[in-house]
């Protein structure tokens, strides 16, 4: 596929899209989990218990989206949920051992493929292809906070 040099909303588009594809089939065959499912796990550090509300805000996701996730991962034992004894309105999420283990194997599969994704690139040039990401993430995040 040709793109022009500054269609970056384009690029950038198709590069989420061949990624997710990729990520999506290799952790649906190797572990039983979906790309989505796996970066609702990414919000978790290990002994960290995150609101429903604050992985939606995070991934930039609705709330509705991500409480599909959270169910198909609740049955499958990868989660708990429970209420916020302050504020029943608050679900609460925590990541089981199950969880954790799926999350620490997916986390070195993602690692793995990026490796391979990036290892025709230069360290340097990676290194500031990645601080130029952030800068625009940064900025799109302000922006979109700002309106």
């Not at 790309?35 to 550090?45: A, D, I, M, R």
């Not at 969880?99 to 194997?105: N, Q």
């Amino acid at each position: 596929m040709n793109f022009e040099q500054n269609n970056i909303d384009i690029i950038l588009e198709h590069i989420t899209s061949l990624l997710t594809t990729r990520y999506d089939s290799i952790l649906l065959n190797q572990l039983g989990v979906s790309y989505s499912q796996y970066k609702v796990l990414s919000q978790f550090s290990e002994n960290i218990i995150i609101r429903q509300k604050t992985i939606a805000e995070n991934l930039g996701q609705t709330e509705a989206s991500i409480s599909r996730q959270l169910k198909i991962m609740n049955n499958r034992g990868l989660i708990s949920k429970s209420y916020d004894p302050d504020n029943k309105k608050t679900i609460i999420i925590n990541l089981t051992l199950q969880g954790l283990r799926i999350k620490k194997s997916a986390d070195g599969i993602i690692q793995s493929q990026n490796v391979r994704t990036l290892d025709k690139i230069n360290l340097k040039d990676q290194t500031k292809l990645l601080a130029n990401l952030n800068k625009i993430h940064l900025l799109m995040c302000s922006v979109k906070h700002n309106l």
